[in-house]
Nanobody, 127 residues
Framework: QVHLEESGGGSVQTGGSLRISCVVS????????LGWFRQVPGEKREGVAV???????TYADPVKGRFTISKDNDEKTLVLEMKSLKPEDTATYFC?????????????????????WGQGTQVNVSS
């Protein structure tokens, strides 16, 4: 069983930056497909960024060039650095994981449900 625990998030003004992290346990961290999703109440969840076991990252179009996903295999931590934040980035951000090989199955638009989810952390961007 993979356990995910997010931290970070908070409130910033437009143009600000935030960093959210996710500590992963319960499986071989370096073999996991890891990512971040976000959701606004009443709306569909959307993929934000995904990184595979070869550390190849893919990003959703709305965040390309502003967000960076990375992972630390020693600390078993997934990180999302968010810059130039916009009000439309306001959402609950979820860390996700799955036992999936690198490649097309571990990309932000793969469209495959993730088996493991964190509890979520709130990001608020005010105008």
């Amino acid at each position: 069983q993979v356990h995910l625990e997010e931290s970070g998030g908070g409130s910033v003004q437009t143009g600000g930056s935030l960093r959210i992290s996710c500590v992963v346990s319960g499986y071989y961290f370096d073999r996991l497909c890891l990512g971040w999703f976000r959701q606004v109440p009443g709306e569909k969840r959307e993929g934000v960024a995904v990184i595979d076991s070869n550390e190849v990252a893919t990003y959703a179009d709305p965040v390309k060039g502003r967000f960076t996903i990375s992972k630390d295999n020693d600390e078993k931590t997934l990180v999302l650095e968010m810059k130039s934040l916009k009000p439309e980035d306001t959402a609950t951000y979820f860390c996700v994981a799955d036992r999936r090989p690198p490649g097309p199955l571990c990309m932000v638009y793969a469209g495959i449900e993730y088996n493991y989810w964190g509890q979520g952390t709130q990001v608020n961007v005010s105008s």
